[in-house]
C-alpha cells in the first residue's frame, strides 16, 4: 500500500540508509503503480517486433513428420558441409542464413518449375508417407 507521508519523508532526506533506499524504490513502484491506475492508462509496449505481425500475410499452420523433418535436416546439412562456397558466395551473409523456413519457402518457389504432373506425383508420395508416419 502506498503511504504518500513516508514517500515525502524519504525524498526530503538528504542521506538514505540502505533500508530506506529500498523502501523509496518501493513506494516509487508502488506510486506508478496507482498513478496507471488512477489514470486508466497501460504501458505501452514500445518493440512491437514479434508480438504483431510486421506484414500483411496468411498464416498456415503446417504439421511436418519425423520423416520429413529428418529429409529437411539432411537437405540443410548437406548444403552446409558441401557447398558452403556456394552458399556464402550467392547468400552473402553466413551459413547462419540457411534455416528450415528460408529452406520451405525456397522449395514453394521451386513448385512453379514442375508440371502439373509432378506436383501430384509429390502430393501423392506425402500421402503415402502420411500413412506411414
Given at each position: ?32 503503480k ?5 489514470t ?6 514500445t518493440?512491437?517486433f ?84
Open positions: 500500500m502506498f503511504n504518500q507521508e513516508r514517500f515525502d519523508e524519504l525524498n526530503t532526506k538528504a542521506k538514505l540508509s540502505p533500508q530506506e533506499r529500498g523502501e523509496l524504490k518501493s513506494l516509487t513502484r508502488l506510486k506508478l496507482a498513478d496507471e491506475a488512477a486508466g492508462k497501460d504501458k505501452k509496449r518493440n512491437e514479434s508480438i504483431k505481425p510486421t506484414t500483411k500475410s496468411a498464416t498456415t499452420p503446417v504439421r511436418f513428420i519425423a520423416s520429413e523433418q529428418a529429409l529437411m535436416t539432411k537437405i540443410l546439412d548437406n548444403l552446409k558441409d558441401n557447398n558452403e562456397d556456394l552458399v556464402l558466395q550467392n547468400l552473402g551473409g553466413s551459413l547462419k542464413d540457411l534455416n528450415k523456413t528460408k529452406l520451405i519457402r525456397a522449395a514453394i518457389l521451386a513448385l512453379d518449375d514442375l508440371s502439373s504432373e509432378q506436383i501430384v506425383d509429390y502430393i501423392k508420395q506425402v500421402k503415402i508417407n502420411m500413412v506411414r508416419g
